[in-house]
């Protein structure tokens, strides 16, 4: 009588979990953060040695792709010595300097004709590239 009653009952479960499978459907649904405050608290500390305060930006992404450019409401920005310890407080809310970008006469296509995009740097023209360039990035890497 027991194993009746046990098969009776996984009979009943198999067929009501088939059921509740067969039945599924897919769905979407997007909920948003229903949070009141305008902004959330971010505390950061980033050093950058040799880059002037004006120069630095925050750029803000959030999930949803909403993007803010150059966010600098409170963001206090101090110059450092040469040892990383703070010399001059740069202020908040400044106004960032425009960088002002190269001007090519040529297209994108005529720069990139030969596929070179780098300057290659030899120990003998490392120190005139330098003092030609105001700013320079610079990849050393082993070969």
Same mark, same amino acid.
């Given at each position: ?16 979990? $088939?059921?509740?499978?067969?039945? !599924? ?6 909920? &948003? #953060? =229903?949070?009141? %405050?305008?902004? +959330? ?24 792709? $909403?993007?803010?450019?150059?966010? !600098? ?6 110059? &450092? #010595? =040469?040892?990383? %310890?703070?010399? +001059? ?55």
């Amino acid at each position: 009588m027991m194993s009746i009653a046990a098969i009776a009952v996984m009979t009943i479960l198999f067929l009501s979990e $088939t059921i509740a499978f067969a039945r !599924t459907s897919m769905g979407t649904a997007i909920t &948003l #953060d =229903e949070n009141d %405050q305008p902004q +959330i608290r971010l505390n950061f500390n980033i050093t950058l040695m040799d880059l002037h305060c004006d120069f630095v930006s925050v750029d803000v992404w959030d999930t949803l792709g $909403t993007n803010r450019q150059n966010v !600098t409401k409170n963001i206090e920005k101090w110059q &450092l #010595d =040469e040892e990383g %310890q703070r010399r +001059i407080f740069s202020g908040r809310n400044r106004e960032q300097r425009e960088v002002v970008h190269e001007e090519h006469e040529e297209t994108l296509e005529e720069l990139h004709e030969d596929g070179e995009q780098a300057v290659e740097l030899t120990p003998d023209n490392f120190q005139e590239f330098l003092n030609e360039h105001e700013m320079a990035f610079i990849d050393m890497y082993a070969p």
